[in-house]
């Protein structure tokens, strides 16, 4: 029995994030995290590798092969490779036995254009999906989080991801305000690498950089100091090479796209309606996305807003359990989607 009713029951909420790609399904959970990146055969364009497969071999391929990250900030840049990741994925949780094409709720950035829709639209069709719905990020990861977006309070949500950070208002399930920046974690590794290169000439790989910025990094000075032995290839002598880097460099390294973020977060403010803006001070801005993991991030915040930040338990997470929640609450999707500026596709 339970396995029958598995076959009706495979609707879908994606997060089709810029790093990573997570998949609820109904009734059961999040059952798919895996980063976006793909691994294919340059010359037959044959898929090597999907998900975490494919993001271990990221700048260390050999020269037939070729690993590729569709999403850029945000939105699909490599078209062709979205959908065929996306396929792999919903193929991956279907397990091939399912006979019913699903149901898909995707999460997109608050401010995508049209064209930008279109493709997120056309590539879970082409995945196999048999409706589309697209959810704006922030609505979701604010139910994600639990806030309760359908009374007339506001609240205000900044989701830090991989490629965007997605600042929205919102009050009565809809978005009064909302601000999209190109800045976030994928940033914050650039700026590492430049920072790196020019000071001590060695070229560090996007991988070296994360890792740099997930164990130094900081938005607020820490306590004690920390060091971090860090490895690429010297600029000059092309030879591989170590160097020893503290924190407080990091920090330096990260002050432009930290700044950016803070500076959208400040706009948003001052756009907001004074009505809501009263409940903000109340309720605080609530902070959320794999890059708001960044340490010291909420304290930066706090300090530079004078308001209360709430950090969510898995920042991670939080979008597509709001997708989810969408899924299984398809009345909850009409409000919000009714006063958001798209239903469903078609
Ligand atoms: N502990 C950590 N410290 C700092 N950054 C982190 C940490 N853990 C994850 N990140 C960063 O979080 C980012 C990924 O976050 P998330 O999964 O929310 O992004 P995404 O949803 O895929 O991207 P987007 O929403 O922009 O499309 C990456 O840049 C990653 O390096
Ligand atoms: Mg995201």
Same mark, same amino acid.
């Given at each position: 029995?339970?396995?029958?009713?598995?076959?009706?029951?495979?609707?879908?909420? @994606?997060?089709?994030?810029? +790093?990573?790609?997570?998949?609820?399904?109904?009734?059961?959970?999040?059952?798919?995290? *895996?980063?976006?990146?793909?691994?294919?055969?340059?010359?037959?364009?044959?898929?090597? +590798?999907?998900?975490?497969?494919?993001?271990?071999?990221?700048?260390?391929?050999? $020269?037939?092969?070729?690993?590729?990250?569709?999403?850029?900030e945000g939105v699909? +840049?490599?078209?062709?490779?979205?959908?065929?990741?996306?396929?792999?994925? %919903?193929?991956?949780?279907?397990?091939?036995?399912?006979?019913?094409?699903?149901?898909?709720?995707?999460?997109?950035p608050s401010r995508i254009?049209?064209?930008?829709?279109?493709?997120?639209?056309?590539?879970?069709?082409?995945? /196999?999906?048999? *409706?589309?719905?697209?959810?704006e990020e922030p609505?979701?990861? $604010?139910?994600?989080?639990?806030?309760? #977006?359908?009374?007339? =309070?506001?609240?205000?949500?900044?989701d830090?991801g991989?490629g965007t950070t997605d600042i929205a208002?919102?009050?009565? /399930?809809?978005?009064?305000?909302s601000e999209s920046v190109k800045v976030a974690?994928?940033?914050?590794?650039?700026?590492?690498?430049?920072?790196?290169?020019?000071?001590?000439?060695?070229?560090?790989?996007?991988?070296?950089?994360?890792?740099?910025?997930?164990?130094? /990094?900081?938005?607020?000075?820490?306590?004690?100091?920390?060091?971090?032995?860090?490895?690429?290839?010297?600029? %000059? =002598?092309? @030879?591989?090479?170590?160097?020893?880097?503290?924190?407080?460099?990091?920090? *330096?390294?990260?002050?432009?796209?930290?700044?950016? %973020?803070?500076?959208a #977060?400040?706009?948003a403010?001052?756009?907001?309606?004074?009505?809501?803006?009263?409940?903000? @001070?109340?309720?605080? %801005?609530?902070?959320?996305?794999?890059?708001?993991?960044?340490?010291?991030?909420?304290?930066?915040?706090? *300090?530079?807003?004078?308001?209360?930040?709430?950090?969510?338990?898995?920042?991670?997470?939080?979008?597509?359990?709001?997708?989810?929640?969408?899924?299984?609450?398809?009345?909850?999707?009409?409000?919000?989607?009714?006063?958001?500026?798209? /239903?469903?596709?078609?």
């Amino acid at each position: 029995m339970g396995e029958v009713l598995g076959w009706f029951s495979n609707d879908l909420a @994606i997060d089709l994030g810029t +790093a990573t790609t997570l998949i609820y399904v109904s009734g059961k959970g999040i059952v798919l995290n *895996e980063p976006s990146v793909v691994a294919v055969e340059r010359k037959t364009e044959k898929i090597r +590798a999907v998900g975490i497969e494919a993001k271990k071999m990221l700048g260390r391929t050999p $020269a037939n092969i070729t690993a590729i990250r569709p999403m850029k900030e945000g939105v699909i +840049a490599d078209f062709e490779m979205a959908e065929k990741m996306l396929k792999y994925f %919903i193929d991956k949780v279907h397990n091939r036995s399912t006979f019913v094409r699903p149901r898909i709720v995707i999460g997109v950035p608050s401010r995508i254009t049209q064209v930008e829709q279109r493709a997120v639209r056309d590539s879970a069709e082409l995945a /196999g999906a048999r *409706e589309v719905y697209l959810i704006e990020e922030p609505v979701a990861a $604010a139910i994600g989080a639990g806030l309760p #977006i359908t009374e007339p =309070s506001g609240n205000m949500v900044v989701d830090v991801g991989g490629g965007t950070t997605d600042i929205a208002v919102m009050s009565l /399930g809809g978005i009064v305000y909302s601000e999209s920046v190109k800045v976030a974690g994928d940033r914050m590794d650039d700026a590492i690498m430049n920072y790196i290169k020019k000071k001590y000439n060695l070229l560090i790989g996007e991988h070296m950089a994360e890792r740099v910025k997930m164990e130094i /990094g900081s938005a607020y000075p820490f306590e004690e100091k920390k060091t971090m032995m860090i490895k690429g290839r010297d600029l %000059i =002598s092309g @030879i591989p090479r170590t160097i020893v880097a503290d924190d407080a460099e990091i920090r *330096e390294a990260l002050q432009e796209p930290i700044g950016t %973020i803070v500076n959208a #977060i400040k706009v948003a403010l001052e756009n907001t309606p004074p009505e809501l803006a009263g409940d903000i @001070i109340d309720r605080g %801005i609530v902070l959320t996305g794999g890059g708001s993991m960044l340490k010291g991030m909420d304290t930066r915040f706090r *300090e530079e807003t004078n308001l209360p930040i709430i950090t969510v338990d898995d920042p991670l997470t939080s979008v597509v359990l709001g997708v989810g929640k969408i899924l299984e609450q398809l009345d909850l999707l009409r409000k919000v989607s009714a006063t958001s500026q798209w /239903g469903r596709s078609r």
